[in-house]
């Protein structure tokens, strides 16, 4: 039977987040974060919704197009004593190709567009991985992402490239048959 564990995290801001982790009898490490959970910088701002998870999510406020204002930033810790490819996925709301993605980078790693369209659009939440931007952010390949993270904290920023864009959940798994899904 799977159970979580919720470990509290004092941010420097002050604020405590939750982590939620797995520790069932799988091998592998899941790590759940609330977009929402640690800072909201705006033009970012945190939105109330019952069919998001924690019943809030995160959305560029900014207006649509391009944009460059904004982030949200979330810390998290990765166990074990290697380093080993851990890919992400995002829960997101991708309506229209006018807010469909983001800038993302973990640590100081490059940034890069994270596309939220690349499983299609829908006027419902979905699960999408973070891909590799090299298809000009036309949400043509779906393949995830490896992000090589070793062991010890880590920070995700998401930053804005889009207006519009809204993620409610992410989950780094270095389980790289998982496939995210309510
Ligand atoms: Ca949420």
């Known amino acids: 039977m799977r ?49 998001a998870s924690g019943g809030q999510y995160v959305m560029d406020m900014a207006s649509l197009g391009l944009t460059g204002h904004g982030a949200a930033i979330v810390t998290f810790e990765v166990g074990g004593a290697d380093t080993r490819p851990f890919h992400l996925w995002g829960r997101v709301l991708a309506t229209d190709p006018a807010g469909d993605s983001f800038v993302f980078a973990i640590d100081s790693q490059p ?40 062991p010890g904290p880590h920070t995700v920023v998401l930053s804005s490239r889009e207006g519009g ?10 389980d790289l048959a998982y496939v995210a899904a309510d």
């Open 111 to 150: 940034m890069q567009a994270f596309h939220t369209c690349v499983n299609g659009y829908s006027p419902t939440w979905q699960w999408v991985p973070l891909t590799p931007d090299h298809d000009g952010g036309m949400c043509l390949d779906s393949t995830a992402l490896e992000l090589a993270l070793a």
């Open 3 to 51: 159970g979580v564990a919720f470990v509290v995290v004092v941010a420097a801001c002050g604020r405590a987040r939750f982590e939620e982790r797995t520790f069932d009898a799988s091998p592998f490490e899941h790590i759940a974060l609330e977009a929402e959970g640690g800072q909201v910088l705006p033009d970012f701002g945190i939105v109330t919704d019952p069919a």
């Open 165 to 174: 864009s809204s993620i409610d959940r992410m989950i780094l798994t270095d």
